[in-house]
């Protein structure tokens, strides 16, 4: 079992920012893709970004523009800057490897946009 843990989320109005952190142990983290993952309830999980150890990042087309994924591989944790949030980036919010591995999933960090 490899501890994962997201923090970050809260209550924020719509137009306003977050940013969430993943603090995964184990060098292994360095070394793999990261991603960030959401639910929002009655749905799936859907990915979000996704950003290589050593490449470039890549989004969902729902926030491409407004989302930032970055990784500082000293400190084994992995962000994800969200601006512009809107109602529908409501969700609990999940890092893991890329691509996820099953046992992997922590228990995630609520978002909530109100209008």
């Known amino acids: 079992q490899v501890p994962v843990v997201e923090s970050g989320g809260g209550l924020v109005q719509a137009g306003g920012s977050l940013r969430l952190s993943c603090a995964a142990s184990g060098r292994t983290f360095s070394l793999l893709g990261m991603g960030w993952f959401r639910q929002a309830p009655g749905k799936e999980r859907e990915f979000v970004a996704r950003?290589?150890?050593?490449?470039?990042?890549s989004y969902a087309d729902s926030v491409k523009g407004r989302f930032t994924i970055s990784r500082d591989n000293a400190k084994n944790t992995v962000y994800l800057q969200m601006n512009t949030l809107k109602p529908e980036d409501t969700a609990v919010y999940y890092c893991n490897v890329y691509p996820p591995r099953e046992d992997y999933w922590g228990q995630g960090t609520q978002v909530t946009v109100s209008s």
């Open positions: 950003v290589p150890w050593n490449g470039v990042a």
